[in-house]
């Protein structure tokens, strides 16, 4: 565990540093908008029954839907001004998470104009002072105490919601956090959390040394404060600066959970050999991540091909599973310009999994079994399943109807099955904990899953890299699905767990790549 | 270029001076009156009588809906807001110091504004002036009993040397003695500064004391214009008498319970 801990640790300085210059961005532009609504707000009841209720509605958004939501924004904003917004990554985290902080710094700003003694307002305007000499000499300084209340909690807030930033494709704290919860690595979720703490409580004291600096007049602690800030920032920067070589970097994309992380490392252990640097970005959704390397924000990752087939091409028809991979390859390079390098080797599809002596007490053995007893059955699903076509498929092709239907993540998924709290699962057919937990894969006669062969994918501008290609390809057709299973459980089982970069060496020296 | 003070007590007129809310209350209803330069002035009234009101036209702290105000023959509304007002002096009960500022800055804000920095020769002057000690040039007002924050407060108003200087309840918030105290200060200053004031009080006692010439408002019209000694002697109207009346009655009981009656 100790180890496990060192380990997680270590991946601590990169995102921590992504994690403070994300946080200190939406910061400075939730001020750079608040403050000037909020003088509005101020002189205009109207305005400020507005921005007020503006921020609040926002502040009801859930934080993580609020990101999402940016998603889909920016990709119609792009197509409307031609393309160039990206849609995942630092922009969409930056815009939510600065409208997050508008709130507190807003409300806080405008009750402290509102709250100034009616009397020094009547002073400064009978000395002779015009609006703006008011606001700077007088009104500034009367609400800036208030103000940097509200900055702090803005700060705590953004630094908190800023873990999130990980689903829209940003890194920050929460790619250990979400890597964590998926692989059951605590060791991981720990270090994540610490670190977001420890961030939020420095973050929250340097500003609270500058606020009481400006209460007491003491210049030198308003200066400590800032300056200790801008270090923390300029520190953050360092590695940005430092980087020089952008272009020789390559980010290896993953979705959430096990597999995708050692299929990661796997891929971004190859580039590293070839002289590349490598980013990971980790827990993408699968419906953002394939936009994400058609946008080119990341450059390559690993799909599977029943995904794209009925999720992005909208295909309901079930052809062989080659034909599927050939199809799909031909689709996104017509689409988007996106190279399928090929297939790896094993299926990952959706597989109907039930407890061994379960299945057998109850006779179910197919998915028309299932059908007829799933009335009095709970379904547990990872969280996308019961959205995607191939559901909606399945369902109707056998008259699916369960009594009740839970979502867990995938790690989660497993244990309620285990524990009983779901009689039937949405498992991945190459997961090792179907064999380890004597899983029952029931079947599909009709065959209304379509194959999920993991494709490798090539971002349109690396598509033609031969460089890259050659480092790759070998990857194409090696991995066997044991080979998989057995390298997914590592990550996956309660005991003596590896991390995915810990089983991505695993699968390469057994299968000698 | 600092603007040019006022030449030492300026004359103030007020044209049909109408002052109408939105809603339709009448605050001021159509006053014309001149005062003369160099002229103590008290205006007089119960609470919603339009006195304040009347005052703030001078320094456009209120815009009056129609009429004219004029200093020295000049109409005000020719003079940008802040350009007139750093030239009066003004005094309101609720002092209104900054907070955040020393009593040096308070004291001095007038001459930053014009932008000149190195005011504190100026300010231990004016210090001086209102009786107060220069050590508390870097106290904040916090630290100040009531009579010194007024005091402070007339200082910052005679900072950049105004000519006319307008009150509006000055000593209302502070305790007898020291409202006896600071009434005698300001009219003293006015007298060796030769200054042109306008003072708004609710008090007749006070406005008899230390005007030479008292305006009586009700409703937003000027009821009575005379001298103290010619209101006194109950030639001032009916509205005028009642509030003489007053103070007169308290004099009165006071000489009886001095003679043991």
Redesign the interface.
Known sequence: MTRAFLDALARVPDLLAAHVLLAAAALVAGLAISLPLAILSARHAGVARVTLGFASLVQTIPSLALLALFYPLLLWLSALVGGGIPALGFLPALLALSLYALLPILRNAVTGLAGI?P????????????AA?KLR??EA??VVPIVMAGIRTAAVWTIGAATLSTTVGQPSLGDLIFAGLQTQNWALVLAGCAAAALLALVADALLGLIERGIAM?RRGRIWAGIGLLGAGIALALAPIWAGGGQARTITVGAKNFSEQYVLARVIGHRLEAAGYRVRYREGLGSAVIYQALASGDIDVYVDYSGTLWTNAMHRTDVPPRPRIVQLVGEWTRQTDGVRLLGALGFENAYAFAMRSDDAKRRDIATLGDLARQAPRLTLGSDLEFLERPEWAAVRDAYGLRFAATQRYTPSFMYRALASGRADVISAFSSDGRIAAQHLTVVSDPKGAIPGYDAILLLAPKRADDAKIVTALQPLVGAIPVAAMREANYMVDRDSDKRTPDAAARWLERTLGL | MPAAPFPHGPSVAFDAVVKRYPGGTVAVDGVSVAIAAGGFVALVGASGSGKSTLLKTV?R?VEPSAGRVLIDGDPVDTIE???????IG?I?Q???????MTVAENIA??LR?EGERRNDVRVGDLLDLVDLPRDLAERMPEALSGGQRQRVGVA?ALATEPGLMLMDEPFGALDPVTREQLGAAVRGLHDTLGLTTIMVTHDMAEALLLADRVLVMQAGRIVADATPRVLLAGEGGAVADALVAVPRDQARRLRALEAGV
């Open positions: 003694d009397a020094i307002i009547e002073a400064a305007d009978g000395v002779g002072m015009t000499q000499l007088v300084p009367l007049r | 320094n702290l807001p802040h350009r007139l007002r750093r030239r003004y309101f609720n002092v209104g110091l900054f907070p955040h804000i007038g504004l910052r």
